[in-house]
């Protein structure tokens, strides 16, 4: 890089000019893999939550004595991460901005954020922990067909998540971290019942719906590193900070619950991502090992264990309580469906899913993926209400 570091100041003028010019709209680089996108912690100048021109020209603009850095955008430009400001960094940045990968010196360890990404291996809490039980073996709950009925036994199951919805994938997104990002600070308007924190969330991290929505706006960051979950609900970034209505951590090495009566990012008080239906378990390792995560559109002022709240003022005995279990019955058929549907369908004949929140009847959750195959998935609406039946549940807690 000698050459680069004797660039005359008229050329990087004339570099700076170039980049004014061009169009401005490369994001951040994707991997091979679609929908496998890897944020860089350093480049994102500007923190727009984008590296593109901008930030290569307004770092040009700052050794050319023209703009000053905050010590916040000084940071981002040292994109090698050595201490200096530099013409490296600029060159580092533009090769980010249009997707070329920039190999990082051995000494230099940058946190990675891969969006909706495997877990490799990652045990998603203990094996004895209620979601990896299986419950094919359990008695069925006596009010089994009328809580059924309560819900819909005629009503299709739906999977709301998916490769192509409004333009994109649609469901749930998470990120996988590894190293360490800056601890935001959250403010929660339900304070009393979330976990303060501090949650190392990546700036650009994927609120569901995206940016603009004004559903449930879940974000949700699993750290590798530490087995540790952070999720929150209703969340809206405040200046490299967070708000939000409530959120929660969890050890993925515990089987340690919410104190009773909490909630946390869901209704039912429990975690949301160890309920996720996720490409990597469908499609590559053919295989769910955990229960999976539904709503219903009316549930009671009541939860059973694992859950910890509940998120209804009615009482009526025959509406199913949050943490409330199902599984598709043993006799149901599925072998006319395609094998990544077989695969969830197994699953739900072995964990079963826990009814989590309020929402659509038999809306099953999971992650977006643009490698989904609507197609296969569609096919899931064939089973209904009446092929599941209620795990048998232990006491209830109604106050």
Request: glycine share 8%; no cysteine.
């Amino acid at each position: 890089m000698g050459g680069l570091t004797r660039i005359t100041r008229g050329a990087l003028a004339a570099l700076a000019a170039l980049s004014l010019a061009a169009p401005v709209h490369a994001q951040l680089p994707t991997n091979a893999v679609p929908l496998t996108v890897s944020l860089p912690s350093k480049g994102d100048v500007n923190r727009d939550g984008l590296i593109n021109l901008k930030d290569a020209h307004l770092t040009l603009q700052s050794l050319l004595g023209v703009a000053a850095l905050s010590p916040e955008q000084q940071t981002e430009a040292d994109a090698d991460g050595n201490g200096a400001v530099n013409i490296e960094d600029v060159v580092r940045i533009l090769q980010q901005s249009v997707g070329i990968a920039v190999p990082l010196s051995a000494e230099v360890k940058r946190p990675t954020a891969v969006l909706n990404g495997n877990l490799d291996g990652l045990q998603v809490l203990p094996p004895d922990n209620e979601w990896n039980r299986p419950v094919d073996r359990d008695p069925v709950d006596p009010n089994s067909d009328t809580l059924v009925n309560s819900i819909g036994r005629y009503v299709n199951l739906h999977p709301d998540f998916g490769a192509n919805w409004n333009g994109g994938p649609f469901g749930i997104p998470y990120v996988v971290t590894t190293g360490d990002f800056s601890p935001a600070q959250v403010q929660f308007d339900y304070a009393d019942e979330s976990d303060p924190g501090p949650y190392p969330i990546p700036v650009n991290a994927p609120i569901e719906g995206g940016p603009d929505s004004d559903g449930d706006r879940h974000v949700i960051v699993v750290d590798r590193d530490r087995g540790k979950l952070y999720e929150m609900f209703y969340s809206f970034p405040n200046a490299g900070n967070w708000t939000a209505a409530s959120g929660a951590i969890f050890d993925l090495n515990s089987n340690a619950l919410r104190p009773a009566g909490w909630t946390s990012a869901d209704a039912a008080g429990l975690p949301i991502f160890p309920g996720l239906v996720r490409y990597e378990e469908v499609e590559e390792l053919k295989e769910i090992r955990h229960a999976l995560r539904f709503t219903v559109k009316n549930s009671r002022r009541a939860y059973v264990h694992p859950a910890r709240h509940f998120a209804s003022s009615k009482t009526d005995p025959a509406l199913p309580p949050m943490g409330m279990r199902v599984r598709l019955k043993a006799n149901f058929d599925i072998s006319g469906f395609p094998p990544s549907a077989q695969v969830i369908l197994k699953a739900l004949k072995k964990y079963g899913m826990f009814l989590a929140d309020n929402g659509g009847n038999w809306f099953l959750s999971g992650a977006p993926d643009s490698r989904w195959n609507d197609e296969a998935l569609s096919t899931l609406k064939r089973v209904k209400g009446d092929h599941f039946e209620v795990v048998k549940m232990g006491p209830l807690t109604t106050r």
